[in-house]
């Protein structure tokens, strides 16, 4: 099947994406772009934060999850790990008044992908061992 899209097809979705720019996130490329970008000026600047708490860390946990960072790992897995709460209503008709905590997200990706499915970003809280990101 071929899937063809005309001007005005065109340009009514850039209409809408400019209205809900939001949505936007829900694709993979986009969110690698963006949250790659904000880790690379991160860098730049004040660079990554760690935890001052190491001594409680499995070994080499630190070392494992910035060598990941770097290569900032699939971009597929976010989507995934975020898509199986919409089969909730609450979520699926509310997340935008919703709090969400995400343990571990490593990368902006994972709450780049919250934003996408309708959370507001200043109900999303990213708890990690470390943070390039406020």
């Not at 089969?87 to 992908?113: N, W, Y």
Request: charged share 20%.
């Amino acid at each position: 099947m071929k899937i063809e899209i005309n001007n005005a097809d065109f340009n009514d979705i850039i209409q809408y994406l400019t209205k809900n720019p939001q949505q936007l996130f829900l694709i993979d490329y986009v969110r690698h772009k963006v949250a790659n970008a904000r880790y690379q000026a991160a860098k730049a600047g004040d660079g990554v934060k760690i935890t001052e708490d190491q001594q409680s860390l499995w070994e080499n946990a630190l070392n494992h999850n910035l060598s990941g960072l770097e290569d900032f790992g699939s971009t597929q897995r976010t989507n995934r790990l975020i898509r199986p709460l919409y089969a909730i209503d609450k979520v699926f008709f509310q997340a935008h008044k919703l709090k969400v905590l995400c343990v571990g997200p490593r990368t902006e990706m994972e709450l780049l992908s919250l934003v996408g499915q309708g959370f507001q970003p200043s109900n999303i809280r990213g708890l990690d061992l470390f943070s390039y990101s406020p």
